[in-house]
């Protein structure tokens, strides 16, 4: 099987790909939202202490288990434990954890491609109303816009790794890098922009407390792609002569200064509209963000650029988002694809059309979860309240069972595989690896206080997720 499995074409074309999975919905509003609720610069401190300290080793872990194995998630686990009963289940959430999250994505994504073709349509002013979003995501034209991001995704990855993941990343990420630097630099034109750099930058430590460290590693886990089996996936595709180690230390770079440049574009077009903007008018979520707040901002820039001009840079703003979002869908689906073609031995177009009737349901019951069907809407309680189907989604896979993998990631690398086959492996393909302070740090820390920390985590979610109760305060 491994003699003809796929392959990047090339070192830059797995970085590329890697870190279009990593660049995502999380990084263009998330993650500069946050920082500025949270701290500014000191958020942005420990949010990247956080990421060289626990997320690049577990990344390199994901990565080597895959180089190693050349198998998806699931049959790197099999493979490495001789088929171990306990370690399949470790597999398997491997697989189904990026599934689930994959559907709720999915629907953001659909919104976002929604309020793209609005913004490019010329409907930015309805965009701005704040009822339009709430219209909108129960109206019967969400269905039309799945079908096209759907096809766009299918499209993608019916061309395999080298000319389908491969290519797409190659346009979409340069592309999203120019709208990115464009968009900055436009709004640091505006009245009132470096207001909003110093909000965003100055470090206020009153403000870090245990929940805010817990969110800042939370951000950047999930930021990362971790946890989800998608590092195991692209990992396996990468030939034996090619730097784990380096091209890890380039993802993690291209998404925390992705993340950062975000919030130089947002946190100056926010101020330029209210130079009085405080951290309570932001709103908590994303969605609230990028659906309610930022279109008013689009819309009043109208006085400076006009009509078409505001448009024009909601559009980019919408795009630049979208493309985020397509190279981050791409690589979590490809992990279930990656598991039927590896372990059932299907074709790549049968993998996917399996998968893609599985997908479409539950993207159209979470789709309708936001009031459009009331059993989907109130599917459940738990910790005093009501839950939709979307809410268990985000609740059980991206809050509490990622940072579980993590752990089992590291526990399993560590102890199962043995440091020994973990390190021989790191070294394969980069020799600056051998001897250098990093590999003494990643050996130590993937096998000690990177699981402790991240099963403090997931004990936590869990209190807080379906107990209603947080141990740290
Ligand atoms: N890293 C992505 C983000 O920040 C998260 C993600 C990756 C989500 C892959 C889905 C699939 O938005």
Redesign the pocket.
């Known amino acids: 099987m491994s003699a003809n499995r796929e392959q990047f074409g090339s070192r830059l074309g797995f970085v590329l790909a890697a870190a279009g ?8 509003v ?2 500069p939202v946050a920082a500025t609720k949270n701290g500014g610069g000191a958020f942005l401190l420990i949010y990247t202490l956080f990421v060289i300290v626990i997320c690049l080793p577990v990344m390199v872990a994901e990565m080597a288990l895959g180089r190693s194995t050349q198998k998806d998630p699931l049959g790197a686990y099999n493979k490495l434990s001789d088929n171990a009963t306990g370690w399949k289940i470790a597999g398997w959430l491997s697989i189904i954890t ?1 599934f689930m ?2 559907v709720f ?1 999915l629907v953001i994504t659909v919104w976002i491609f929604g309020y793209l073709t609005q913004a490019a349509t010329g409907n930015l002013d309805s965009l701005a109303d704040p009822n339009t979003f709430g219209t909108f995501i129960n109206g019967p034209s969400i269905f039309g816009y799945m079908v096209v991001v759907l096809g766009i995704v299918y499209f993608i990855l019916q061309g395999g790794v080298k000319e389908g993941i491969e290519k797409a990343s190659k346009t979409l990420m340069p592309a999203l890098f120019i709208m990115l630097v464009a968009l900055v630099i436009f709004v640091l034109t505006l009245d009132n922009a470096f207001a909003g750099v110093k909000y965003y930058i100055l470090p206020d430590f009153s403000a870090i407390n245990a929940s805010v460290v817990s969110a800042a590693l939370g951000q950047a886990f ?4 971790l946890g ?1 089996g ?1 590092m195991i996936t692209y990992g396996s595709y990468l030939g034996r002569e090619n730097a784990v180690p380096g091209s890890a230390k380039l993802v993690a770079m291209t ?1 925390t200064a992705v ?1 950062f440049t975000a919030g130089l574009m947002i946190l100056p077009a926010i101020f330029s509209f209210n130079p009085d903007t405080n951290t309570a008018d932001l709103s908590d979520s994303s969605v609230g963000m990028i659906f309610t707040f930022l279109p008013k901002i689009f819309l009043a820039l109208q006085t400076t650029i006009g009509y078409v001009g505001a448009s024009a840079v909601a559009s980019i703003f919408f795009l630049l988002v979208f493309f ?2 397509i190279t ?2 791409v ?2 689906i490809e992990v279930p694809v990656a598991a039927l073609m590896g372990e059932k031995q299907f074709s790549r177009k049968k993998a996917l059309s399996t998968l893609s009737i599985v997908l479409i349901a539950m993207v159209i019951i979470s789709a309708t979860s936001f009031g459009m069907i009331s059993f989907f809407t109130e599917f459940t309680q738990y910790a005093g309240a009501t839950k939709s189907f979307f809410d268990i989604i985000v609740d059980v896979f991206y809050d509490t069972i990622l940072p579980l993998n993590g752990l089992l990631v590291c526990i399993f690398v560590i102890y199962r595989w043995k440091k020994a086959n973990f390190d021989a492996e790191l070294e394969a393909g980069d020799p600056e690896y051998k001897g250098s302070f990093f590999e003494k740090y990643v050996n130590f820390s993937v096998g000690t206080f990177i699981p402790v920390i991240l099963f403090l985590i997931f004990v936590n979610t869990v209190a807080i997720k379906f107990f209603g109760t947080s141990l740290i305060g």
């Open positions: 999975s990593a660049v995502g919905i999380g990084n263009m998330g993650f990026p999250i994959a994505y999930f930021s990362l792609s989800m998608i998404d993340a985020a979002a981050s869908v690589s979590i």
